[in-house]
């Protein structure tokens, strides 16, 4: 179904509470071979990403959970190994697991380092990423410290002027508290599209915006299959958007030790689609170096956006889908909602 059409969507949907969404995509993943406080990690994760409208996030990701797991190229029970190997550094090994349940594991220490320090990093290797990327920075504005992230993926983005992949879509993230609403939070791929804006516009039919993509013979295209079938995406911006996913492969690959986008090989296991990469974690008190109207300058600052113009700010709408969900439910179409209960109640719980 296409997403343009929102009032056909509501009319197809049934409304649940994020709670009861919760303990549906738990029990499906739990199923799937997540041990019990991984999936309650993964399925707060992508329950809060489709509550928030980041659909590509979301329970579209469910499927690529699931077989991703059957094809046993992550570990849905592996237990971090969390290091503290610096005044300010703490690094995590995900052992082969997903990114979210290691970065819980590690945010006590980096919280400790931040309080001592001002400032501390978390590089996390051999982890997962799947989902959305504000959901690991905005926890810590709400504490009102400032977050930033930064996760690279498997090569799906060409150079500039290039044919081939290297980069992945190598998103970055941001947050911050402010004094009079909710964090500034952004979270953007530095590439044209998210890969999984693509793999959604495929499935419905759409085209892309020019400047999304090339085919598999570098030309340019916007027809998200054939971005899919051996082409790539593009990064934004031209140059400028590289440099970034050129920056975050140092920062989250060369940096943590994990893989490049690259180096990313899932070629032996069929269904495979979580990325095998790393992340890195830069968390930093604004009162300690004396900050302590922080919040309130960033008020100002949003101030003056405002009077220029700009209605909308970096994370309004998610908050106020957030605020709708709370309200009324998210809403869910039928068919996908049945779907997450047959998963829920078919096949054997792990050993």
Known sequence: MNEADPARQKADAEFISHDDLVALLETIFRRAGMADWVAA???RNCAGA???GSKSHGLFRVPGYVSTLASGWVDGRAEPVVEDVADAFVRVDAMNGFAQPALARGTPLLLEKVKRSGIALLAMRNSHHFGALWPDVEPFAERGLVALSFVNSFACVVPVGGRKPVYGTNPIAFAAPRAGGDPIVFDQSSSALANGDVRIAAREGRMLPEGSGVDRTGAPTTDPKAILDGGALLPFGGY???SLAMMVEILAAALTGGQFSFEVDWSGH????TPRTGQLLVVIDPEAGGGRRFAERVEQLIGR???AGQERLPGDRRHDNRRAAARDGIPIQRSVLADLRARAS??????
């Open 270 to 273: 069929p269904g495979a689609e």
């Open 41 to 43: 990690v993964q399925a």
């Open 240 to 242: 400028k958007g590289a």
């Open 50 to 52: 489709e509550r928030d």
């Open 305 to 307: 956006i405002r009077d």
């Open 346 to 351: 078919s096949g054997a719980q792990p050993n």
